[in-house]
């Protein structure tokens, strides 16, 4: 079946051919195929505010609104001065007018950019010090914006500003394509403004990192701990350990928002440990490593190995490791996994991390913080299910309960967060907003339920989430996700066994699933059939009357 | 450094820039011959051929370009300054 294709609307104030064409290039990678919808340039306002206008007749599954510092600045000019102070305050009343005449388009995301700094040199650093000047608006401007994002879901910021900074304004601008084409961007900016755009949207679709995979020596500390000695590896105020320690406390914020963090290292394991026990100056700790690999054998083996512990997509992991050839080699056998190819000199390694926005991310949930342990557990349970010999055994060892629910306050975000990450046991991969899940969750039509997971190694949180559209006696089951870290559980058998006690006290007689294959989610292929479906045309089909319980060993908390 | 040096250089910027690999410059080709030469290819070419030469050309003098013999003419003048 062909995909639909992701729609994308461009709105820019100056000319916008070159962002189109490198964000056609940017998105290559994309696994959806993309159609681009560009308006005559300065049409932002008429586009958006005239509900019958070719955008909402093109309803796009994202907008990009780019606007600029210099078209802003002409707008300044022509307020009188004795309403400058109050610049911004209209602007943003105009973007919360276009903002709410966006609404009509359903499930829309909207990029919108923020402003470039520049200086209208007008007041000099006075500036800062009085509301009638442009940066003083400008700034207003840009921190209304994000507050704007900050409390709508469906709202993502293009940090231009940003990008300005990190650049320089000669290379962002050019002067001289402003005056002949319009353009606001420099011809070479136009790559990384699209590619920008393209974190973001990769983000949205449900495309970005969870695991950042770490060398140890020369990437967490300087030197080798094999060789060197705990007394002589650099970490710390003194000369170039002092970049160590800073990647360390950066490493220690990415997990601290989510992302899952291994190590990999060609090392002694005992050894490898000592620094984490013994180092005054190490920031990570042992709690924040999810898996801890170091041996002799390939890195490429043991990446392997943490992925089979993680069970996330390659696609979702980096592997930073100052040495070329290790990451020569884990690129060629694992294409899909992001490795960076450092800078030669350490003391830039942090600054071009941190440059390269490996981790964009479309949502936070308060589950983040407690993966890494949930893994840590994970790592456990493979231990142990190495000394049963039946698995049957083991999982009845485990003492599985899960918690049953319809949707409520509680699990809405977590259960959003799942249809936007979870791709590989996905049967659907429809994706829903927070505000999707809430009005799905109070609408007679569908039916609700998500299932938690605890056993003796601590609690999986919210692992599996499934929606039911009730088409009178016959129930379609419109998504079934779970998370792969509770694979080989049982978790299935025990899903559909719940589905099916509702469907007969409701007096439902027919179950309907779809399995609409992605790149990703091959997994789930026979799902159906496994579960004692039968085929039908393009669905699968289980009569009620026809449901045998199938062995699990998860009891109902 | 002589025109027609200029022109075999630029003649490999434009094929690289419109992806023709046969296209043949003459001083007198304007915009008009060649399909793929626009106002976006344009502004690539004039980045490319800034980059190539070293030189930086002024607002008005990109817009003041009629063919490639006004463009050779200019590289021409701007890497001997």
């Known amino acids: 079946m062909a995909q639909p294709k992701y729609k994308i609307a461009l709105l820019g104030d100056s000319a916008t051919q070159f962002i189109v064409k490198s964000l056609n290039l940017s998105l290559k990678d994309l696994t959806m195929d993309i159609d681009i919808f560009e308006a005559d340039y300065n049409q932002i306002e008429r586009q958006i505010l005239d509900t019958t206008s070719e955008l909402y007749q093109y309803a796009p599954d994202v907008l990009i609104v780019l606007q600029s510092s210099q078209k802003l600045l002409q707008k300044f000019y022509k307020q009188p001065l004795e309403l400058r102070h109050l610049f911004a305050d209209q602007e943003m009343a105009q973007m919360d007018r276009m903002l709410l005449a966006l609404t009509s388009i359903p499930k829309l995301k909207i990029i919108w950019s923020n402003y470039t700094e520049i200086n209208d040199g007008v007041f000099g650093n006075y500036g800062n010090k009085t509301n009638k000047s442009f940066i003083y608006q400008l700034r207003k401007i840009n921190f209304e914006i994000m507050h704007r994002a900050s409390t709508n879901q469906a709202l993502f910021i293009n940090d231009l500003s940003l990008l300005q900074n990190r650049f320089g304004m000669a290379q962002y601008f050019d002067e001289r394509f402003y005056i002949n084409a319009n353009m606001t961007i420099g011809v070479e900016m136009t790559q990384h403004v699209a590619r920008n755009i393209r974190d973001i949207i990769f983000a949205i679709t449900g495309k970005f990192k969870k695991c950042l995979i770490l060398d140890l020596d020369n990437t967490l500390w300087g030197g080798v701990i094999g060789d060197d000695g705990i007394e002589n590896i650099q970490l710390g105020e003194l000369g170039i350990g002092k970049v160590f320690v800073e990647i360390q406390a950066w490493a220690k914020a990415l997990k601290d928002r989510g992302i899952i963090l291994a190590v990999c290292s060609k090392n002694n394991e005992e050894i490898a440990k000592e620094p984490f026990d013994k180092h005054p100056d190490m920031v990570l700790q042992w709690s924040d490593i999810a898996v801890f690999v170091a041996n002799w054998e390939s890195k490429v083996d043991n990446i392997r190995h943490i992925q089979s512990i993680l069970n996330i997509g390659f696609d979702s992991m980096v592997f930073v490791d100052d040495n070329p050839f290790e990451r020569n080699q884990v690129r060629e056998n694992i294409p899909e996994i992001t490795v960076p190819e450092l800078p030669e000199d350490p003391a830039e390694y942090l600054s071009f991390l941190q440059n390269c926005n490996l981790f964009e991310t479309a949502a936070l949930s308060e589950n983040d913080q407690k993966r890494t342990e949930q893994y840590q557990t994970e790592a456990k349970r493979k231990e142990l299910q190495k000394t049963f010999t039946n698995e049957d055994d083991f999982l009845q060892s485990l003492n599985m309960v899960s918690e049953v629910k319809s949707f409520d306050a509680f699990t809405i975000p977590r259960v959003a967060q799942l249809t936007q990450r979870s791709n590989q046991f996905n049967l659907r991969t429809v994706r829903y907003s927070e505000e999707d899940i809430r009005k799905i969750g109070e609408s007679d039509r569908y039916l609700t339920f998500s299932f938690t997971l605890e056993d003796i190694y601590g609690d999986n949180g919210l692992i599996s989430a499934i929606i039911i559209e009730k088409r009178a006696e016959v129930w379609f089951i419109d998504t079934w996700i779970m998370s792969c870290r509770v694979l080989k559980r049982g978790m299935e058998n025990f899903v559909l066994q719940i589905i099916m006690e509702a469907a007969k006290t409701s007096g439902a007689k027919q179950l309907v699933g779809e399995y609409l294959p992605t790149a990703k989610n091959q997994l789930v292929q026979d799902h159906y059939s496994s579960l004692g479906f039968s085929p039908q045309d393009a669905f699968w089909i289980l009569n009620t009357d026809d449901f045998v319980v199938r062995k699990n060993f998860i009891e109902r908390k | ?81």
């Open chain 2, 1 to 81: 450094m002589e025109l027609n040096d200029i022109l075999q250089q630029l003649n490999e910027i434009f094929k690289d820039i419109l992806d023709l690999d046969t296209l043949v410059l003459t001083p007198e080709t304007t915009a008009r011959d060649v399909e793929e030469w626009d106002s976006l290819s344009h502004i690539q070419i004039i980045v490319a051929a800034e980059k190539h030469f070293k030189i930086r050309l002024t607002a008005q003098e990109i817009q003041a370009l009629e063919n490639v013999g006004d463009m050779c003419k200019l590289v021409q003048k701007k890497s001997a300054q």
